[in-house]
């Protein structure tokens, strides 16, 4: 059978197999005893070598069975764990995604066999249980034999299991609930090269109308193919059997699959057992008292289901190719653009549109769009504990590697960035993180003596801001020495030292975002290269983000990164300057001022203005694009105050044309500032209520008093997160807020 079809999924679920791994490995270490921990390591463990073996990569399969082996044993604490044991357990993690990433680039597993690593887990099994390990096999090899017993010549080999008294009980719990009790023999195909696929996809398909409460061969040795072509089953159903049978024999290469509804659990005797048991006391044979059910565990009830409610959950999600996505994507930009043209004519007089039908459709059409739009953008969001998870493995490695106690502390992993964003990102964290392990937290030691903690914290904290997401990576160390950044720079000529005195901070620490600029004393394989925070940088500045730092001497550095949340559909500010259209990302609008011309005062020779207790530089966009200035100056000027980081500027544009999406769209800055020119208000003593984050963005840049109507289509955090001053939950809370805002 052709498994290749299936190669993508199984790369994308052994990928969070492995991640859950090693989250669980890393919880373990901190709470040995956590049986939940344990039991989720296991059931991993057990889905990985079960998928690999299904693909056929069995040297990733034999692995992941010792491994599985190690757990085993942990759960049923017959071995402790300890710090040898998890770096062992690390080790082996290590060589599956090795195998992993040969099967993404070569869908082959490779020739590496790992014995050294198989060989240290045997003899740590060995080492923790004596040699219990060797004399454990014994009797599995047994029970496999016994467990595949001879054909009556019929396939009715249901008919021979012999059943355990746990699994009896279980049997009689649920036939005493009502269930049918069926036995069942399943033969695949000889020419079938994945049994135990064949075997798992049966059970699926039966359990879709019960549940399988006995397995011979055991389903161990199902999944380990350790049977020929026949299999048998015990099955609690409400269904008839037709409908079972059918189900299995549907399968793709199962050759045949026979059974009946059974009734007589009796153990089974044999024809020596019977002469033995002749000379016994009838007392001491009594089948009912063998038979007679105990409490089954709960697990193995078999709970009536009503029409079909004890099926298999059907999953709520579905794998998609991210270029599918983009494609979508580019359908949906051209759309907004049509969208958008036709609003245009429709505004104009030369379009002559004076239907009232037309524009109502108009406006139907802009909703859609923008719907749609956000639709889309939803699904392609992400969150980044997709690249975070594997830093606190990283940061425990980098611990034992530098010989610093240190801890990772994350907070926000669920705040999500578009795929394309979250799959860039991943390295220039890597890079900021192992930049404070290494440079930024000081020798245990030297932490003792300045009075800090014995262990260094490095933090990652992400949150959304606007349409931005914001992601600092810092620690409580030493901080960024500038004097000696400054020395460095001067040793290698890069600045002189008449420049140094008189750089500012903020210069001097952008020193170390220099190609090959690095102040490790020893180059090592962690860092002393320079290639560490110049790539940070490039790699940012070319998702459109910028990265900051703030440093103080003695206690730590933060760095922050800026990330836009897409690189797709931005919202946009349409503005005019002389017979020029231009667009400017909403997200980057702090606020829509107009501005006296006598207001302006001089700087340096640069036009500033004074804004709510702050200095604010002017840029005349007409001088900046070289376009031929006004004729003639007006009064007042209208200013777009834009902000990056803590940076603020105004932007000197003609006139405001609308936001559009950026292809954008939605009720523009304008619309509410002319209406309070109209009526002779400032902007800040009107009320803007909107119910969508749009309408809360145009509210907050026209700088009004912005309401969020939670009656509306978006959720609370939404509507704050976008601007909203207040949230409405009902209409009547708007009397309430407008009577406090008339006290104020």
């Not at 080492?127 to 496999?144: I, L, Q, V, W």
């Not at 609930?177 to 069942?184: C, E, P, Q, T």
Request: with cysteine; hydrophobic share 35%; aromatic share 6%.
């Amino acid at each position: 059978m052709d498994v290749s079809q299936y190669l993508e999924i199984f790369i994308d679920e052994s990928a969070e197999h492995l991640q859950t791994l090693s989250d669980c490995i890393m919880e373990l270490e901190k709470e040995p005893d956590n049986k939940d921990v344990i039991n989720e390591i296991f059931r991993a463990a057990h889905s990985l070598k079960g998928m690999a073996g299904t693909m056929g990569f069995k040297r990733m399969q034999h692995l992941t069975h010792d491994m599985e082996n190690v757990f085993q044993e942990v759960r049923s604490e017959k071995i402790q764990v300890d710090s040898q044991m998890i770096d062992l357990l690390f080790k082996c993690l290590d060589a599956i995604d090795g195998y992993l990433e040969n099967i993404k680039a070569t869908s082959d597993e490779g020739e590496e066999d790992n014995e050294v690593i198989i060989k240290e887990l045997n003899n740590f099994l060995a080492k923790a249980n004596g040699e219990a390990a060797a004399a454990e096999a014994a009797p599995a090899e047994t029970e496999k034999e016994a467990a595949a017993p001879t054909d009556n010549g019929d396939h009715k080999l249901y008919l021979q299991i012999d059943l355990t008294d746990q699994e009896r009980d279980a049997v009689m719990t649920a036939k005493d609930s009502g269930m049918h009790i069926y036995g069942m023999t399943v033969m695949i195909q000889k020419e079938c090269l994945l049994k135990a696929a064949r075997a798992f996809l049966v059970f699926r398909e039966v359990e879709a109308f019960g549940e399988i409460l006995v397995y011979r061969p055991s389903s161990q040795d199902i999944e380990d193919e350790k049977f020929e072509q026949e299999f048998s089953f015990y099955v609690a159903s409400p269904e008839s059997f037709d409908k079972i049978q059918n189900a299995a024999k549907n399968v793709s290469e199962i050759e045949d699959a026979v059974g009946e509804e059974l009734t007589d659990f009796s153990p089974r005797v044999t024809e020596t057992e019977t002469e033995e048991k002749k000379e016994e006391k009838p007392a001491e044979t009594k089948p009912e008292v063998q038979a007679e059910p105990k409490k089954a565990p709960e697990k193995k009830k078999a709970p009536a289901k009503k029409n079909g409610v004890g099926k298999p959950a059907t999953s709520r999600t579905v794998r998609v190719d991210i270029e599918k996505l983009d494609a979508l994507m580019n359908q949906v930009s051209e759309l907004i653009i049509a969208k958008n043209s036709l609003v245009s004519i429709s505004s104009t007089e030369e379009g002559g549109f004076t239907n009232q039908g037309f524009h109502e459709q108009i406006e139907y059409l802009e909703r859609i769009t923008t719907s749609l739009h956000e639709s889309v953008m939803k699904v392609r969001m992400v969150p980044i504990e997709s690249v975070v998870n594997k830093f606190p493995r990283m940061i425990r490695d980098l611990s034992r590697t530098l010989n610093k106690k240190m801890e990772l502390v994350m907070t926000g992993e669920d705040t999500e960035l578009d795929r394309t964003v979250v799959d860039q990102i991943g390295d220039p964290l890597q890079h900021l993180l192992r930049n404070s392990a290494d440079h930024g937290l000081e020798d245990t030691e030297l932490r003792i003596q300045r009075g800090k903690p014995e262990v260094g914290n490095i933090f990652l904290n992400a949150y959304q801001e606007g349409n931005n997401v914001i992601i600092q990576v810092g620690d409580d160390g030493n901080g960024i020495d500038t004097e000696a950044v400054k020395a460095k720079a001067i040793e290698r000529n890069i600045i002189t030292p008449e420049q140094a005195e008189v750089m500012t901070q903020k210069e001097i620490i952008n020193l170390l975002f220099m190609p090959s600029f690095s102040m490790a004393k020893k180059i090592t394989d962690i860092s002393g290269r320079g290639v560490g925070l110049d790539v940070v940088k490039s790699n940012i500045e070319q998702l459109g983000g910028d990265v900051e730092v703030k440093t103080k001497l003695g206690e730590g550095t933060t760095f922050t990164v800026r990330l836009p949340l897409t690189l797709a559909i931005i919202q946009a500010l349409m503005v005019e300057v002389r017979d020029e259209k231009y667009a400017i990302a909403l997200g980057s609008i702090a606020n829509i001022e107009s501005v006296p011309v006598s207001s302006i005062k001089y700087v340096e020779a640069k036009e500033v203005i004074h804004l709510r207790g702050s200095v604010i530089p002017l840029v005349r966009l007409d001088k900046l694009l070289d376009i031929e200035p006004r004729e003639e100056e007006p009064e007042s000027l209208t200013v777009v105050i834009v902000k990056k980081g803590d940076s603020q500027v105004g932007l000197v544009v003609d006139d405001l044309m609308g936001q559009q999406e950026g292809i954008r769209r939605k009720p523009a800055p304008d619309g509410p500032l002319k209406i309070a020119e109209d009526f002779g208000v400032k902007p800040e003593e009107c009320m803007y209520i909107g119910d969508t984050k749009t309408d809360m963005q145009t509210g907050s840049a026209a700088g009004m008093y912005t309401v969020g109507a939670l009656w509306g289509f978006r959720d609370r955090e939404e509507l704050e997160n976008n601007g909203a001053d207040i949230v409405a939950a009902v209409p009547g809370d708007l009397f309430t807020i407008y009577e406090e805002k008339q006290h104020d």
